[in-house]
Nanobody
Framework: VQLVESGGGLVQAGGSLRLSCAAS????????MGWFRRAPGKEREFVAA????????LYLDSVKGRFTISRDNAKNTVLLQMNSLMPEDTAVYYC?????????WGQGTQVTVSS
């Protein structure tokens, strides 16, 4: 599986963005998927995750109620809908896929939230 993120950009505080992670490969539906982010000068942190079927999700406390992760296994895509964005959400956002001991990262997409 290879992952390519898109959908980042510049948005004002309070705005919304939808990130997309497109996967290649026929085994995508077996992968648990997640979104991480790295803000300037900070370590990469977990944002959200979804299991292979989409039935189970997990979120960073600070994004609960604002971000929604979803997946479409027929389209090999994972989405991160981000609403009520705040300047502290500014970061490079990365998509991660895991299956057993295997993991693969995307190249990242920049999200910048202006105040």
């Amino acid at each position: 599986v290879q992952l390519v993120e898109s959908g980042g950009g510049l948005v004002q505080a309070g705005g919304s963005l939808r990130l997309s992670c497109a996967a290649s490969g026929r085994t995508f539906s077996s992968y648990a998927m997640g979104w991480f982010r790295r803000a300037p000068g900070k370590e990469r942190e977990f944002v959200a995750a979804i299991n292979w079927s989409g039935a189970s999700t997990l979120y960073l406390d600070s994004v609960k109620g604002r971000f929604t992760i979803s997946r479409d296994n027929a389209k090999n895509t994972v989405l991160l809908q981000m609403n009520s964005l705040m300047p502290e959400d500014t970061a490079v956002y990365y998509c991660l896929g895991t299956y057993g001991s295997a993991s693969v990262w995307g190249q990242g997409t920049q999200v910048t939230v202006s105040s």
